[in-house]
């Protein structure tokens, strides 16, 4: 059977999430995680919402997804996130020893990619799924504070 179900296929989730975002004047970035081909969680920034520099879209992904597999660990899942993950959100990622990252835009400034060895040994990282289109999102934003 052929599932419909890809890295294409959640991204477009994540960026349904990161327009959330857009619309409550935050940062747009969204994520999802995936476990089974299901959506156990979604996430995305709330910074400026809960007054809290810790409210990035892949730290409420990472709780929710704990919080419904009942443990911290989220082996075999897959966070789909919009923009490439900052160095604290990898290292909550390598805690959670989650398998797999897959972003869409990368980030030249903040992204985690330029420490070697800042995710898990055992995560697979996946960069520039849609990246044009979630670059594009977060670039309308920051031109609409100008």
Partial sequence: MITP???????????????????????????????NDTIIAKGHNLTEQLNDVTAHAEMQSITAAAENLGGKYLKKCTLYVTMEPCVMCAGALNWSQISKVVFGASDERRGALRYEGIFHPSTEVVGGVLGEECGELVKQFFKSKR
């Fill in 5 to 35: 179900y890809n890295d294409e296929y959640f991204m477009r989730k994540a960026l349904a999430e990161a327009e959330k975002a857009f619309e409550l004047d935050e940062v747009p970035i969204g994520a999802v995680i995936v476990a």
